[in-house]
T-cell receptor, first 116, second 114 residues
Framework: DVKVTQSSRYLVKRTGEKVFLECVQD?????MFWYRQDPGLGLRLIYF???????EKGDIPEGYSVSREKKERFSLILESASTNQTSMYLC???????????????FGEGSWLTVV | AQTVTQSQPEMSVQEAETVTLSCTYD???????LFWYKQPPSRQMILVIR??????QNATENRFSVNFQKAAKSFSLKISDSQLGDAAMYFC???????????FGAGTILRVKS
């Protein structure tokens, strides 16, 4: 089975702190994603990566950055945390799509971040 | 940009009954994928069912089936013989054929009554 592991389930950070959310997948997937989940808004894409050292902005990248130095690891960075970044963060991964195969995207269990 | 709309914030169903969750989407593309994901209280998102837009036949997975109406841009999920373990948040999601990212709806909370 595919395993997407988010290192922290629950974090509480202070406003202005630098925050790292780590995600590791064990299935050699090329694609990795960070989503943010908020009530009534569903999941919104923050950043994604197609390969090592590659990154693409999603729909809500402001206030966030990412790092992908190794294929299996994709980190989400909040340079200066703010209270409006209190949310559930979900990491996901999938194989690169070769042709019209529609590879399934697999999710981690989520990291609940509270910024006070 | 593609959008996905789930108009039912909450739904309830009696155990062993059938329930249908609604989803509509907006796209100008002809080739794409549609998904239903389940998110139980543990928060692990689980793929329930997927549909390729080029397939006319509706997808089924055991008690789960979809009604895919491409012209109407509608993709509803039917759960038959509902079980207590079906209680969760359900998300409808769209994926373009040329992109790897998913676009999600706002979700529907399904409550199952015993």
């Amino acid at each position: 089975d595919v395993k997407v592991t988010q290192s922290s389930r629950y974090l509480v950070k202070r406003t202005g702190e630098k925050v790292f959310l780590e995600c590791v997948q064990d299935m050699d997937h090329e694609n990795m994603f960070w989503y943010r989940q908020d009530p009534g808004l569903g999941l919104r894409l923050i950043y994604f990566s197609y390969d090592v050292k590659m990154k693409e902005k999603g729909d809500i990248p402001e206030g966030y950055s990412v790092s992908r130095e190794k294929k299996e690891r994709f980190s989400l960075i909040l340079e200066s945390a703010s209270t409006n970044q209190t949310s559930m963060y979900l990491c996901a991964s999938s194989l690169r799509d070769e042709g019209f195969s529609g590879n399934t995207i697999y999710f981690g269990e989520g990291s609940w971040l509270t910024v006070v | 940009a593609q959008t996905v709309t789930q108009s039912q914030p909450e739904m309830s169903v009696q155990e062993a009954e059938t329930v249908t969750l609604s989803c509509t989407y907006d796209t100008s593309e002809s080739d794409y994928y549609l998904f239903w994901y389940k998110q139980p209280p543990s928060r692990q998102m689980i793929l329930v069912i997927r549909q390729e837009a080029y397939k006319q036949q509706n997808a089924t997975e055991n008690r789960f089936s979809v009604n895919f109406q491409k012209a109407a841009k509608s993709f509803s999920l039917k759960i038959s013989d509902s079980q207590l373990g079906d209680a969760a948040m359900y998300f409808c999601a769209y994926r373009s054929s040329w992109e790897n990212k998913l676009v999600f709806g706002a979700g529907t909370i399904l409550r199952v009554k015993s």
